[in-house]
Nanobody, 115 residues
């Protein structure tokens, strides 16, 4: 079992930055692929970024070059640094931990980007 708690959301102006963090507990963090997803009002949840157990990363095209995902296996954290935010980045951002067949989600944190 893995528990995920996201922090760092909030209100920011377009062009600004936010850093989301996901603290984990309850299992061997280093064995989990970690990812961030987001869901905007009226839209389906979409992939944002992932980082593998080996540290490889992948990003959605919409955030590539602006967002950076990182992990600290010792502290059991995964972070999402979001720069040059756009109004279309407004969504609830959720942390995800995968180690098949297990798949865990955090409760989400709201990110609102104003014009």
């Amino acid at each position: 079992q893995v528990q995920l708690v996201e922090t760092g959301g909030g209100l920011v102006q377009a062009g600004g930055s936010l850093r989301l963090s996901c603290a984990t507990s309850g299992s061997v963090f280093s064995q989990y692929l970690m990812a961030w997803y987001r869901q905007a009002p009226g839209k389906q949840r979409e992939f944002v970024a992932l980082i593998t157990t080996g540290g490889s990363t992948n990003y959605a095209d919409s955030v590539k070059g602006r967002f950076t995902i990182s992990r600290d296996n010792a502290k059991k954290w995964v972070n999402l640094q979001m720069n040059r935010l756009k109004t279309e980045d407004t969504a609830v951002y959720s942390c995800n931990a995968q180690n098949r067949p297990n798949n865990y989600w955090g409760q989400g944190t709201q990110v609102t980007v104003s014009p």
